[in-house]
Nanobody, 128 residues
Framework: QVQLVESGGGSVQTGNSLRLSCAVSGRTFTIAAMGWFRQAPGKEREFVAALTWRGDNTYYNDSVKGRFTISGDNGRNAAYLEMNNLSPEDTALYYC?????????????????????WGRGTQVTVSS
């Protein structure tokens, strides 16, 4: 089992930054990739970014490329999402997720069903 706990959300104004953290515990050695997803009210859960532990490959939703950066510590005990130049469109509940599946193609990590473990989310609200 793997446990995930997000933190770092909050309310900011347009153009500001936030750094989300995801504390990872349990059988961390089984994790192949970490992902961040978000869900706004009335919308489906949306892929934000993913990081594979093997090869340090990163993947981003086009809407956050150049603004968001995903990273993790070498001990696989945490993952982070640095978010810059935030806009109201980024307002959502942000979830951290962990996958134990190894895929050769990054697009597989953009799908929620790839992830077997989820945190409870941290709210990000951006006002104009």
């Amino acid at each position: 089992q793997v446990q995930l706990v997000e933190s770092g959300g909050g309310s900011v104004q347009t153009g500001n930054s936030l750094r989300l953290s995801c504390a990872v515990s349990g059988r961390t050695f089984t994790i192949a990739a970490m992902g961040w997803f978000r869900q706004a009210p009335g919308k489906e859960r949306e892929f934000v970014a993913a990081l594979t532990w093997r090869g340090d490959n990163t993947y981003y939703n086009d809407s956050v490329k150049g603004r968001f950066t995903i990273s993790g510590d070498n001990g696989r005990n945490a993952a982070y999402l640095e978010m810059n130049n935030l806009s109201p469109e980024d307002t959502a509940l942000y979830y951290c997720a962990a996958s134990t599946l190894n895929y050769p193609h990054g697009n597989c990590y953009q799908v929620p069903r790839t992830y077997g473990y989820w945190g409870r989310g941290t709210q990000v609200t951006v006002s104009s």
